[in-house]
């Protein structure tokens, strides 16, 4: 996740991205540092505000999204409309539990 890349792109202090979220500036912090991931919640707000997946979920998951959508993975930031975000929210939340119960066995 490049939180900071979203957040500049967008001109958006912390303070003003952890209000957009309804979460405390620290929680920004610990998503910019890798140490907490933000709720589905969240990544849906940012997705709505207009962040490219690439900005939201790691390569993996992204490539699977953008693949699963049938979209086409160019050199610029690929940008999720409204009609696919219950889509790609969807397959990233399969993406994410499968990785998870994957690192559990």
Not at 28 to 33: A, D, E, G, L, R
């Amino acid at each position: 996740m490049d939180i900071e890349a979203y957040r500049n792109r967008r001109k958006k202090s912390v303070a003003e991205l952890a209000r957009m979220l309804g979460v405390k500036e620290a929680a920004i912090y610990n998503y910019k540092y890798g140490k907490s991931k933000p709720s589905y919640e969240s990544i849906e707000k940012m997705l709505l505000d207009g962040a490219f997946i690439s900005e939201i979920f790691n390569d993996e998951v992204q490539k699977k999204v953008i693949e699963s959508l049938g979209l086409v993975q160019e050199t610029a930031p690929i940008k999720i409309t409204n009609d696919d975000l219950s889509k790609a929210m969807i397959l990233a939340a399969e993406i994410l539990k499968k990785n998870k119960s994957e690192e559990n066995i």
